[in-house]
């Protein structure tokens, strides 16, 4: 119903995920991919509520690699940026973050009427939230206090964002800065992780080696270094798994802006 609904969906997705493999939008290729990506949606939607009904079944099934990666990265007592993409599912493993994550951990989510219905299930499983129409400033504190933040790189709050030009899959793209410019503010180190099925309500987290953070006075040369390393390994994950990126939302492609 929803493939028949949403035009305009379908041809955002197509427009990104093209990128993915290389093909024009309307490739036949592109075209399944859509349309694999939306049936992989709603097993997500479903999981999602098996998920924040049955917590404990999540943490028993779910299978977390590299958890030594964040607990490392936390023991340094300077915040940690746990960073992801639109890629699989990262609300599918709410419950995790209590057993995985050392530190108090906050989520960035919208500001909507789906978040607000389900913010009571969300703190009943340990996990604190920051609303993206809250101040940045907020972020910034919750990481000087040795904190997580949880956060989708290729999202952001507030108007316009900074953002940099980096090689992102076969193009260039502007991608939001916040969080390289969070990490150089607050010297946290960012750890990128991946939520992706296994099976029917079976799933891994895979959770990468931190990164350092910008030094302080850098500023835009730091931080667009990291952001292209985040980009570099964003891009590999997508190319392996394009049909569960969930690019259902406006990327700044250069070529596109050009013409």
Not at 37 to 51: G, I, P, Q
Request: charged fraction near 25%; hydrophobic fraction near 45%.
């Amino acid at each position: 119903m929803e493939w028949a609904a949403r035009p305009a969906k379908r041809r955002r997705l197509a427009a990104n995920l093209a990128h993915a493999i290389g093909r024009p939008p309307e490739h036949a290729e592109v075209r399944a991919l859509v349309r694999a990506e939306m049936v992989n949606e709603a097993r997500r939607s479903a999981d999602v509520l098996w998920a924040l009904g049955r917590p404990e079944e999540v943490r028993r099934t779910t299978e977390i690699v590299g958890i030594e990666h964040v607990r490392a990265a936390a023991a340094a007592g300077r915040g940690v940026l746990l960073a992801s993409i639109h890629l699989g599912g990262w609300e599918v493993a709410t419950a995790i973050p209590k057993v995985v994550v050392p530190v108090p951990t906050t989520a960035v989510v919208a500001d909507d009427w789906l978040a607000w219905a389900i913010e009571h299930t969300r703190v009943h499983v340990g996990l604190g939230l920051m609303y993206r129409t809250e101040p940045a400033l907020r972020a910034l504190r919750l990481l000087r206090r040795g904190e997580a933040l949880l956060v989708l790189g290729d999202d952001s709050w507030g108007g316009e964002p900074r953002s940099y030009p980096v090689r992102f899959l076969d193009g260039m793209a502007r991608m939001p800065a916040g969080v390289t410019t969070l990490s150089r503010l607050a010297g946290s180190p960012v750890v990128c992780f991946y939520v992706l099925p296994n099976g029917p309500r079976r799933w891994q987290v895979t959770i990468d080696p931190p990164l350092a953070p910008p030094a302080r006075d850098e500023r835009g040369d730091g931080e667009q270094r990291m952001l292209q390393r985040l980009a570099d390994r964003w891009s590999e994950m997508i190319r392996a798994h394009p049909e569960h990126w969930a690019a259902a939302y406006r990327v700044h492609w250069l070529e596109q802006e050009a013409g």
